[in-house]
């Protein structure tokens, strides 16, 4: 088992894509770790480098162009990169499953969806076709597909999208993963269903115990579920915190802008605060701190403009990459102060 | 505005059926009743917001109303002139007057046109504008939606979705509506471009005194920009009324359900919700008596049988069609 609790570390992760018009630095020094039976949400706009990241874990960066150049991914004690793409294709999908956006485009087709859920459950455990197909059933009942026994031949079109977001789950589940990504597992769905598919999410962990991984640009799914957060900008984390504490105190002014810009239930207002700007292209990151063309503070300041702020402990278990955040110190500073 | 209080656009049961072929004759077997009878109005100047979950029909409304779709029976009369008997002259005009901005930045942008072609094509066509002034025309429209007007010759796919978003604002406010169908106008950007694009929304309303019948999903999106709201299910609004009162005080058993579904950036109010159990169902059987009755907490047999009026209660205009809500 991994050390202090921990099932995942990430390790100064950077993956970078080679193309035609340059180098595309889709994640660069992402660190984060994933407690065991916990849920962590990695939250941020898009094309910040979530799914990225997630990929990463997974080894699925498509070559030659993708490629995870440095860092390490520690799972369960072992490092994920140093192993042989068959020992890799054994934990991805037993040991870490993966449920993707669009329920619609990541079943197959042409399969029902007993078959599919089948295939993954005999690759990975020794299993005759009929036990196989005896657990689909059970899993797709507590997934809480209604009338399992006659769904379980269907063809995917058959279902709506909810219930097929249903299959998928039901099928990463199916091998009792220790972790669960969950790339925007909701986006696609009605809000209604989108509360019925977290509620399982969070049932099948208190019974299973795995950890979840959970990727959004929904900051309201993040404050109902997610224990601990890390926000992620222009592919880096910007800020790790409790989610408790996030919500309560965003400590980076990105998070603290996006905060701020959401229209919330309840609280009227003539006009949304706005954070200026767009983000920016991953092939011409600005210089210094890459929030910086649009932030409050930095975009007047020298030292935002040149030099970027690496992501540190602040307090309590809180880590940030802001010049001006609030027990932000370099450690020249640090030893100063001692 | 001039009559600030009388109503720009009028949409009395409208009602748009798709009709379901079978067989070899494609004989008509039943119906698609995507919009039935739904009835709103909306003030000059003002904001009706049309909230639902994806196919209860409200896209379907606003498609109707401009007669992109043909609407089975009803009424929309915009102006005094109802849209769905006019003529084809007086179509045109009334298109002229009535523009849609829509959800998706990328589809709804010819990539093969630029910007310059797209938000000039509605000038040319309805204006007969040509050379230079349609040039200055076409970049005055970009610095109002604040984009710079050097961009006039490029292409949509330099631009980025909130970009975009502003571009399609440009080409819905060409030929100055005065209403505007706004589609879920941010439901596919991120946050912090949401904001922006809805606060561009609430100035040039300001600046053009401009109506909009705004359509989104969002409850929360639909509370900060709407003056009214109302709210579908399966092709029928069940419940409308000022934004802050349906806020402060919903009625219908969907709308509760709804609110309690979002997800609130606050974990302490973690667990304290309401759930709806199943799914919407399908629309081309839809259950009897009241459409929400299946998933409904409060559902009684009455509501099996006898389907609900939109009536309203208390006199502050909020509408509801629900026996329940009623009783108190």
Redesign the interface.
């Known amino acids: 088992m991994g050390d202090n609790g921990k099932l995942l570390s990430v390790e100064n992760i950077s993956t970078h894509f080679f193309t035609e018009d340059g180098v595309a630095q889709a994640v660069q020094d992402v660190s984060f770790s994933i407690k065991n039976g916990k849920t962590f949400a990695l939250v941020g706009?898009?094309g910040c480098g979530k799914s990225v990241t997630a990929l990463s874990i997974m080894r699925l960066i498509a070559g030659p162009q993708g490629k995870i150049v440095s860092g390490k991914i520690v799972f369960d004690g072992k490092n994920l990169l140093d192993l042989k793409e068959k020992q890799m294709r054994n934990i991805r999908g037993n040991k870490i499953a993966m449920i993707f956006q669009e329920p619609m485009t990541s079943l197959n087709p042409v399969y029902t969806v007993g078959n599919q859920i089948v295939e993954a459950i005999r690759l990975h455990q020794k299993k005759g076709h009929e036990q196989a197909w005896a657990d689909t059933v059970e899993m797709l009942h507590k997934v809480g597909i209604p009338d399992p026994e006659r769904r379980v031949s269907e063809y995917p079109h058959q279902m709506?999208g909810?219930?097929r977001q249903r299959v998928m789950i039901a099928m990463a589940v199916s091998c009792q993963p220790k972790l669960l990504i969950a790339d925007e597992p909701t986006t696609a769905l009605?809000?209604?269903?989108?509360?019925?598919i977290?509620?399982l999410l969070d049932k099948l962990q208190e019974q299973n115990g795995m950890s979840i991984l959970l990727i959004t640009?929904?900051?309201?799914?993040v404050?109902?579920?997610a224990d601990d957060v890390a926000v992620m900008y222009a592919s880096r984390i910007v800020e790790v915190a409790e989610?408790?504490f996030l919500?309560e105190k965003p400590l980076h002014p990105y998070t603290q802008?996006?905060?701020r810009?959401?229209?919330?239930?309840?609280i009227?207002?003539?006009?949304?605060?706005?954070?200026a700007g767009?983000?920016p292209d991953p092939l011409h990151f600005p210089t210094g701190c890459k929030f910086h063309p649009r932030c409050p503070i930095g975009n007047s300041d020298k030292r935002c403009q040149s030099i970027e702020p690496g992501l540190r402990q602040v307090c309590d278990g809180r880590c940030v990459a802001c010049w001006y955040a609030p027990g932000y110190k370099t450690e020249q500073e640090k030893k100063n102060t001692n | 505005m001039a009559n600030t209080n009388s109503y720009l656009l009028k949409v009395d049961d409208l009602k748009t059926w798709f009709p379901v072929r079978k067989g070899l004759m494609r004989k008509t077997v039943g119906y698609v009743k995507a919009v039935n009878g739904v009835s709103f109005a909306i003030k000059g100047g003002e904001t009706l917001g049309l909230v639902g979950e994806s196919g209860c029909g409200k896209t379907t409304v606003a498609r109707s109303i401009v007669r992109l779709v043909p609407a089975t029976a009803g009424e929309v009369i915009f102006e005094g002139t109802d849209v769905l008997s006019a003529d084809k002259k007086r179509l045109r005009q009334i298109r002229k007057d009535i523009s849609i901005i829509f959800q998706d930045p990328y589809g709804s942008l010819n990539p093969r046109m630029t910007v310059g072609d797209i938000i000039g094509e509605p000038l040319k066509v309805q204006k007969g504008i040509r050379g230079s002034e349609l040039d200055q025309q076409v970049a005055m429209l970009l610095s109002k939606v604040g984009l710079a007007p050097e961009y006039i010759n490029r292409y949509p796919h330099e631009f980025s979705g909130g970009q975009r978003q502003r571009i399609g604002v440009a080409r819905a406010l060409a030929l100055r509506p005065k209403l505007v169908i706004c589609d879920e106008p941010v439901s596919a950007l991120d946050v912090s471009i949401q904001s922006q694009i809805l606060n561009l929304l609430k100035d040039l309303q300001d600046e053009f005194g401009l109506t909009y019948l705004f359509i989104a999903h969002d409850l929360a999106v639909v509370e900060f920009f709407c003056d009214v709201v109302a709210v579908m299910y399966m092709g029928r609004i069940v419940e409308q009324a000022d934004s802050q009162e349906l806020y402060h005080n919903p009625l219908h058993p969907y709308t509760k359900a709804l609110m309690s579904a979002i997800p609130e950036v606050d974990p302490k109010l973690r667990g304290k919700r309401q759930r709806l159990s199943g799914e919407v169902p399908s629309i081309m059987n839809p259950p009897p008596g009241c459409p929400f009755h299946p998933r409904c907490p409060l559902a009684e047999k009455v509501c099996e049988a006898v389907e609900q009026k939109l009536e309203e209660i208390n006199g502050k205009r909020h509408l509801v069609a629900c026996w329940k809500s009623r009783e108190h």
């Open positions: 706009e898009s709506s909810g219930m009605d809000v209604t269903i989108q509360a019925q977290l509620d640009h929904d900051l309201g799914v404050a109902e579920r989610s408790k919500f802008g996006l905060l810009s959401l229209p919330r239930l309840g009227s207002a003539k006009r949304l605060q706005t954070i767009t983000v």
